[in-house]
């Protein structure tokens, strides 16, 4: 009993340890990584090429996928380019397996000693995240050896060895198997490396585990699936396509495992080495042969999955995929395009507030009014998924951008409120009774909110973009506009000096509407704030002198 928790422990320890490398990396790499593979996507074979490179880095094809996916879904690549991407993703992962088996189990005190020296004495830096790549590395190297260690007591049992016997006989339960391990650990890579290791150690026959790698590669594709199940149906084609190719590539290859075994074994040494080579040639063989029809499986894909209807904006999130959340950075994205989203349904009410003022217009100030509830559960949805993100895994840059996340989508939900609150007042005391403001009254708030209109885009691109100069730009308008709505409030005293009768109906109503559009507009400018403060543009007190003397008694 106590060598066979041993082993179980060695396996969870090999798990973990890649789990810590593949988190890891995408902490330290994960927005370049993103960008190496948004730009290189151009053809399929350098969307192949792209994805042997990312995984092998990453270690793992389900990661790739799970960022290759959020392309698709952002409609950046094209779902054959990224099937070409998981062709290629599914090589690198294999080309790993051959790297770690071989006995490098020299290097687990060397990689562990530097790794914990980086990552306790600089955690929070990119050195201390790279120290916890090297840990995971190291575990992975040390539970390698701890699984061969385990296994040659095992392999002495008369159970045990009646067990393994048993699974020679049935290439169909293996493949299952090999799959079942494979989604209950999250790991191929780490299925591929511990069967490698049986294999070496006598405790399975070497045919046994080159049908447990054809099910760890089978059961890569249905984790993927399985991880983008809640997501949008674009996320959900690209592991759908990916899994079709590893059925056929299975189908194709399990009636060649004896030819393997036959001609291939002698050649190649070590059992290990004839089981991790086998992964390499599945997977080398099988972007061969399918890398050409990637746009009929896309094809297929897509008549499984068809893509939903556009509609026009609802409280329903768009861009907050669950599956993304297992990387930070591209989770960061998703966030940051349903904050734009969040934007559009404000702009949406602030442009029909002027029709409903102009008009009259009840029912359109009801569905404005209801958009509201919209902007509301758009900031609840989008501050729930921001949670879900660890802070701790965000690089500098991307903790800030949580944050300024976090602060536009609250200005976003404050000015709908405050939009909702005016189109209340304007049905209560101008539509309702019958009123209408002033020619001139009228021009004002009509310049008004042209203006705080242009600001709202403005701050949405300043959002986006991060650009410094259009910060700037954006917080003079504070100020501009704070001037203009005080000399509105003047030129209104002076009509209602003059006896205007529509002045004097509506006057409460207009000077409450110009003070709502500057709040507004102050809201729309704090955007700017987040943005200055990183460039240092910002003066640490605006006032001219910090502190004032009270006169003396």
């Not at 989604?183 to 069967?195: D, H, P």
Request: aromatic fraction near 6%; include cysteine.
């Amino acid at each position: 009993m106590k060598h066979l928790l041993n082993l179980l422990a060695a396996i969870a320890l090999l798990v973990w340890g890649t789990h810590l490398v593949r988190t890891g990396i995408l902490r330290v790499f994960g927005a370049n990584l993103r960008q190496v593979l948004a730009h290189s996507i151009s053809n399929r074979y350098t969307a192949a090429i792209s994805g042997v490179g990312v995984t092998a880095l990453v270690q793992s094809s389900t990661a790739t996928a799970l960022i290759v996916s959020s392309f698709v879904g952002q409609g950046l690549v094209t779902l054959p380019l990224a099937l070409a991407v998981m062709l290629g993703a599914d090589v690198g992962t294999s080309m790993m397996a051959v790297v770690f088996s071989f006995d490098l189990s020299w290097l687990s005190p060397l990689l562990i000693l530097l790794g914990v020296m980086l990552f306790i004495s600089r955690q929070d830096t990119t050195a201390g995240r790279v120290g916890r790549i090297l840990i995971g590395v190291g575990l992975m190297l040390l539970a390698l050896r701890l699984v061969a260690d385990s296994t040659a007591v095992l392999t002495q049992a008369p159970a045990v060895k009646a067990l393994l016997a048993s699974l020679g006989s049935d290439l169909l339960l293996e493949i299952t198997l090999g799959a079942l391990l494979v989604v209950l650990s999250y790991s191929s890579l780490a299925i591929v490396l511990l069967t490698a290791t049986l294999a070496a150690s006598g405790v399975v026959p070497v045919s046994v585990a080159l049908g447990l790698v054809l099910g760890a590669n089978l059961g890569s594709g249905l984790l993927a699936v399985l991880t983008t199940l809640r997501s949008a149906i674009p996320v959900r084609q690209v592991p759908l396509g990916n899994l079709f190719f590893k059925l056929m590539g299975v189908a194709i290859a399990a009636p060649f495992v004896g030819l393997w075994l036959k001609y291939a074994s002698p050649y190649l040494g070590q059992p290990a080495q004839v089981v991790v080579l086998f992964h390499l040639a599945f997977n080398l063989l099988t972007a061969v042969l399918f890398i050409g029809v990637t746009q009929l499986v896309a094809s297929l894909v897509e008549k499984l999955l068809p893509k939903p209807q556009k509609k026009s904006a609802t409280g329903r999130p768009h861009h907050l995929d669950p599956s993304a959340l297992a990387t930070p950075s591209l989770a960061i994205s998703c966030a940051a395009r349903e904050a734009l989203h969040q934007a559009d349904v404000v702009e949406t009410m602030l442009r029909g507030l002027l029709e409903v003022i102009v008009r009259n217009d009840l029912r359109l100030a009801e569905e404005l009014r209801k958009l509201d509830d919209t902007v509301d559960s758009l900031y609840s949805s989008i501050k729930y998924y921001l949670t879900k993100i660890s802070r701790e895994a965000l690089a500098e840059d991307e903790s800030r951008r949580w944050t300024d996340i976090i602060s536009f989508t609250i200005n976003m939900e404050q000015i709908g409120d405050i939009i909702e609150r005016v189109l209340i007042d304007i049905e209560d005391k101008k539509i309702k009774p019958g009123r209408s403001f002033s020619e001139a009254g009228m021009a004002e708030i009509v310049e008004l909110h042209e203006r705080l209109t242009d600001n709202l885009r403005l701050g949405m691109s300043v959002f986006l973009n991060g650009s410094v100069r259009d910060a700037q730009k954006l917080l003079e308008e504070k100020s501009r506009f704070r001037d203009l709505e005080r000399a509105y409030a003047t030129t209104h005293l002076s009509r209602l000096s003059a006896n205007t009768v529509q002045s004097f109906e509506t006057s409460s109503l207009h000077i409450d509407l110009i003070s709502d559009l500057k709040r507004i507009n102050s809201h729309i400018c704090s955007i700017a704030y987040p943005i200055l403060d990183s460039a240092g543009a910002l003066a640490p007190n605006r006032l001219r002198q910090p502190t004032l003397v009270e006169p003396s008694p």
